[in-house]
């Protein structure tokens, strides 16, 4: 529950950040993943469980550099 | 990371000695950072712009190879190689932006509050730059050229359109009726976005100090001539065009 939350929180956020980036350095980055990796830990942690699903994620964000 | 605050607070006082004002050394200085990420900036826009227009390819891809997550990245990648499109993906770039973005927000920060100039070199016109401005005219710059940075990027009012709805295949039409649901909805959500960011950022520029308001006006203009540059007045035109239309 608290880790959907926090994602939402962050699914919220995100185009806030977007447009900050944008706005202070004229370019942000795209995802290199499809779907995002939130939308993708949102499914794992309903599939697998949270901790199954936030490892799976983890392992996904650390795969994005 | 002070290390570097103190360096671009030390760039700071440079530039307020050759400018001889804390404003025009703000000017300069954001001038300054966006000329040095300017090659950055236009090849990423640029591909930004080509994956905009391949967008209607990569539906296909995406209905061809469905479930096929390897095929479809492989195809994606095959795609982006043939119109030599270069995302700049992933989330390094934006950890160092977000890092970034903090030690110039306290470079400016403790540049404003650490008794560093005058009090003559704190006023800039009729704003004192430590303070927030008590005429709310630069807040209102702010929203404003925030805003039409949003429309600039706003998609306008493309709309996805897959197989005619003349159709008479039944799975057809639920199928487009599902697309242009989902299409209303992103639409919507973007459009409240629209707003939403330049209120926001009016309100904030009005508590900050208006050296910082004075930062953010500068990097949203320039933003505003890049964007001009690459992809021309983007979804300002269908906007100014409703606009137009709804007063006749």
């Not at chain 1, 795209?30 to 779907?35: L, T």
């Not at chain 2, 110039?104 to 920060?109: E, G, I, N, P």
Request: hydrophobic share 45%.
């Amino acid at each position: 529950m608290i880790a959907k939350a926090l994602i939402r929180f962050y699914q919220a956020v995100e185009p806030f950040k977007r447009r900050i980036l944008l706005t202070v350095f004229g370019f942000t980055t795209e995802c290199k993943h499809q779907p995002t990796c939130s939308k993708y830990a949102e499914k794992q942690i309903t599939e697998h469980g949270t901790i199954v699903g936030s490892a799976k994620a983890l392992g996904r964000l650390l795969s994005c550099w | 990371m002070s290390f570097l605050i103190e360096q671009f607070i030390q760039l700071l006082v440079f530039l307020n000695g050759i400018f001889g004002s804390l404003g025009w050394a703000i000017i300069g200085f954001t001038v300054l950072v966006r000329a040095v990420l300017l090659p950055l900036t236009v090849s990423s826009i640029k591909a930004q712009k080509q994956l905009r227009d391949l967008q209607p390819e990569l539906k296909k891809l995406n209905k061809k190879h469905g479930k096929d997550k390897q095929a479809l990245q492989a195809a994606q990648l095959q795609l982006y190689q043939k119109y030599n499109v270069n995302p700049l993906a992933g989330c390094l770039p934006q950890l160092v932006q977000i890092f970034l973005l903090i030690v110039l927000y306290r470079a400016l920060l403790d540049f404003l509050n650490g008794g560093l100039v005058s009090d003559e070199a704190l006023q800039f016109g009729w704003l004192n730059l430590a303070q927030p401005d008590p005429t709310y005219a630069l807040p209102i710059i702010a929203a404003v050229t925030q805003l039409l940075l949003s429309l600039m990027i706003a998609p306008g009012a493309e709309t996805p359109d897959l197989v005619s709805n003349k159709s008479k295949d039944k799975q057809i039409k639920e199928a487009n009726e599902k697309e242009e649901n989902t299409a209303e909805m992103a639409a919507s959500m973007q459009q409240q976005m629209l707003y939403i960011m330049p209120l926001m950022t009016g309100f904030i520029a009005a508590r900050f100090p208006s050296g910082l308001a004075l930062y953010w006006v500068i990097a949203t203009l320039f933003s505003l001539g890049q964007q001009y540059y690459i992809s021309g007045w983007g979804g300002l035109t269908s906007y100014y065009q409703r606009l137009v239309s709804r007063f006749k």
